[in-house]
């Protein structure tokens, strides 16, 4: 794997970068210049830090990632005491996972000002994007912003009758949240239980959904 602290690491555009990427300090960047792009094979791991910027990346699976239930596109999760800021993830493509291609939860607190914009989310077989909280009466997230995000062909599980899998994007959790411009198509179609949806936010408060797409 590639681990990456404070600063900017620069990828080449055109190249393939074996990871798993583990971000482990506040203030990284990880970035390929526009309008290339690089590629991060294994995905992106940041666990505990904020004001992290990551773009211009087409994240894909390992082969023995795609139906590993547990492997995440990106993974983000907080297990501070308090709400981590200023995460924008941009012009990314994450393909091919077997769990979520955004992963993102926390506990007690989860992000404040999380934007992600001109994204897609494709192929991974849990779903496109779970922004996620405990069950409950809390919010642990806060001013969310999805702007230009797509969410397809994420397909759900075949075998499990219990639960909805396979959703475009899921939110849950959240405090405050703009949705705009969004697509999400083509999810769930091997989803053996309830469900699924292509956009859903439930226990959500001040929520807009606006100019959204979902079939």
Same mark, same amino acid.
Do not use: K
């Given at each position: 794997?590639?681990?990456?602290?404070?600063?900017?690491?620069?990828?080449?555009?055109?190249?393939?970068?074996?990871?798993?990427?583990?971000?482990?300090?506040?203030?990284?960047?990880?970035?390929?210049?526009?309008? *290339?792009?690089?590629?991060?094979?294994?995905?992106?791991?940041?666990?505990?830090?904020?004001?992290?910027?990551?773009?211009?990346?087409?994240?894909?699976?390992?082969?023995?990632?795609?139906?590993?239930?547990?492997?995440?596109?990106?993974?983000?999760?907080?297990?501070?005491?308090?709400?981590?800021?200023?995460?924008?993830?941009?012009?990314? @493509?994450?393909?091919?996972?077997?769990?979520?291609?955004?992963?993102?939860?926390?506990?007690?607190?989860?992000?404040? *000002?999380? @934007?992600?914009?001109?994204?897609?989310? @494709?192929?991974?077989?849990?779903?496109?994007?779970?922004?996620?909280?405990?069950?409950? $009466? $809390?919010?642990?997230?806060?001013?969310?912003?999805?702007?230009?995000?797509?969410?397809?062909?994420?397909?759900?599980?075949?075998? *499990?009758?219990?639960?909805?899998?396979?959703?475009?994007? $899921?939110?849950?959790?959240?405090?405050?949240?703009?949705?705009?411009?969004?697509?999400?198509?083509?999810?769930?179609?091997?989803?053996?239980?309830?469900?699924?949806?292509?956009?859903?936010?439930?226990?959500?408060?001040?929520?807009?959904?606006?100019?959204?797409?979902?079939?």
């Amino acid at each position: 794997g590639i681990y990456q602290g404070a600063g900017v690491l620069e990828l080449e555009p055109g190249r393939t970068y074996e990871g798993p990427i583990y971000i482990t300090d506040h203030g990284a960047t990880v970035r390929c210049p526009a309008p *290339d792009r690089a590629t991060v094979v294994g995905g992106i791991v940041a666990h505990g830090v904020g004001n992290l910027t990551l773009s211009g990346l087409d994240i894909v699976a390992r082969g023995d990632q795609q139906f590993d239930l547990s492997a995440q596109g990106m993974s983000l999760w907080n297990g501070s005491p308090n709400a981590l800021r200023g995460v924008r993830l941009e012009d990314l @493509t994450v393909s091919g996972f077997g769990g979520y291609g955004l992963y993102a939860s926390g506990l007690p607190l989860g992000y404040c *000002d999380l @934007t992600i914009e001109r994204c897609r989310f @494709t192929a991974n077989q849990l779903g496109g994007v779970l922004i996620s909280g405990p069950v409950g $009466e $809390e919010y642990i997230h806060e001013d969310l912003h999805l702007i230009d995000v797509e969410a397809d062909h994420n397909p759900g599980l075949p075998d *499990d009758e219990y639960h909805g899998t396979g959703p475009g994007l $899921e939110l849950h959790g959240v405090r405050r949240g703009h949705l705009y411009r969004c697509r999400a198509h083509n999810n769930g179609g091997r989803n053996a239980g309830w469900g699924s949806f292509g956009i859903w936010a439930w226990q959500c408060m001040h929520l807009l959904i606006e100019e959204c797409q979902s079939y």
